[in-house]
C-alpha cells in the first residue's frame, strides 16, 4: 500500500486536508502550532470505475480496489533539520513514507496564525524543500562515512553505495532535490 505523508509549515491546512481525504474528523485541526505532535493515520479506498469492468472480463469474483494511506505529520519550521521545532520528530516521520504531499498556505486570514508572520508560498515552499534536502544530505554525509570504512576493509556493495553517495551528495549541496 502507498503511503503518503501530509507535510507542510504549521498552520496551514494539513489536518483539514487530511480530514478531509480520510472523510474523518481523526486529526485535530485548531489555530495554534503544532497542534499535531503524533502523526494521524487514514486509510482511504481509491475509487475506480474500471475495476467492474475488469472484472466482468477476467471472470474475477472479488472486487479488490487499491487503497492509499495518508499520514498527518507535525508541522515543519525553519531548522528542523538541525532539530528546531519537532524538526527530528517530524523528519523520522517523513522517512517512513512513500510520498510526500506539500500543503501551501496561499490565503490571507488575520484569524490564522502563520508561523513566519506572513503569507509567502514561494518562501514556504523553500523552507520546506531546504530542510527536507538538508536532512537528506546530513544522512547521505553519515552513509558515506560508513560505507568509506567498509569500502576500505573490502566490501564491494559498501564500495558500489560510496560511489552513488559520492555523486549524491554534491548534487544535495547544490539544492537539489535527491
Known sequence: MLCAGIVGLPNVGKSTLFNALTQSRKAMAANYRFCTIEPNNGIVTVPDERLEVLAKISGS????????????????VKGASKGEGLGNQFLGHIRE???IVQVVRCFENSDIEHVMDSVDPIRDIEVIDTELILADLESVQKRRQRNAKAAKSGDKKAAAELELLDRLEPHLSSGKHA
Do not use: H
Not at 469474483?61 to 515543519?76: C, N, R
Open 61 to 76: 469474483q472479488k472486487l479488490v480496489p487499491s487503497v492509499f494511506e495518508f499520514v498527518d505529520i507535525a508541522g515543519l
Open 97 to 99: 513514507v512513500d510520498a
